[in-house]
């Protein structure tokens, strides 16, 4: 998928698109049912931060794969003029049988942490993204990082219940992992602040898919950063563990999304 860790690449013209595409179908032939369907993830960066006629050719030229059943369109609140929702908008009604979805990076409500972390827009901002999107009928996707320095679960918990207000159509929960050569590894390795143990960061994970409501769809509940750059938690770089080990607790203590929610 255009933007992904293993297929990322120069997109220049709708044609790179359309090779991009056709070599994230060489890579899971054999691996799913023949023809494979397939999501264009625009993931790395900012993906409605350039031009609209460059906009436009690129995500049409993902939608008119055959293989391609939708696209998914990470970007940053504060980068979602009118203009670009109304592209959306037309894209729908020209590709009616795919779908577009739009990814948003929340990560936290609490101002302290957003300063910290130099996210770059109030919550207010996300909010009237959110409300402009619902309004366009275009189903957004938030990004949550659990583990941030200085959030305590409770504070990670205040940011999950506040997503049920909005009801997103989806939610992906991340970890949040210390990678060589930024500004975090430097906190991390001065000892200002701990990364989540794994039995942490599942109990944690745990408490917030049982208070978020059911209607909203989970798309990650962990991630694993590049192994060479990963300084921690080096427990993440096995997400097979850690999702087997999610599994299993969750059966053990007869757990579900939304057995705490409430209205």
């Known amino acids: 998928m255009p933007g992904s860790a293993d297929l990322s690449g ?7 698109i359309a090779a ?4 994230g179908i060489r890579l899971i032939q054999g691996k799913v049912p023949e023809p494979p369907l397939i999501i264009a993830y625009f993931q790395a960066y900012t993906n409605t931060y350039a031009p609209l006629s460059y906009l436009e050719r690129v995500y049409t030229a993902a939608l008119v794969s055959p293989a391609v059943c939708g696209i998914s369109i990470a970007t940053r609140p504060d980068c979602l003029p009118e203009s670009v ?21 929340l990560q936290t409500i609490h101002e302290k942490t957003a300063v ?3 996210r770059g827009y109030a919550l207010s901002c996300f909010e009237d993204a959110m409300e402009r999107l619902r309004s366009a009928k275009i189903p957004v ?48 390795q ?21 208070n978020l409501s059911p209607d909203i769809v989970i798309h ?14 080096t427990w993440s770089g096995n997400k097979r563990d850690v999702l087997n080990t999610l599994h299993a607790l969750m059966r053990k203590r ?8 409430s209205e």
């Open 10 to 16: 120069s997109s220049d013209t709708g044609s790179d």
């Open 20 to 23: 991009q595409l056709a070599a």
């Open 85 to 105: 929702i109304d592209l959306l908008v037309r894209l729908k009604e020209k590709f009616p049988c795919k779908f577009i979805w739009v990814e948003l990076g």
């Open 116 to 118: 910290f972390i130099r």
């Open 141 to 188: 996707i938030v990004h949550v990082i659990l583990g941030l320095p200085g959030e305590n679960e409770a504070k990670m918990l205040e940011t999950v219940r506040y997503l049920n207000v909005f009801r997103p159509f989806g939610v992906k929960l991340q970890l949040l992992h210390v990678l060589s050569g930024t500004d975090l590894a430097d906190h991390y």
């Open 190 to 210: 001065n000892g200002e602040f701990e990364v989540l143990t794994k039995e942490c960061y599942l109990d944690t994970l745990i408490n917030c898919l049982e």
């Open 220 to 233: 990650r509940v962990t991630g694993d950063g590049p192994k060479k750059i990963l300084i921690a938690p």
């Open 254 to 261: 007869d757990s579900r999304q939304g057995r705490l929610y």
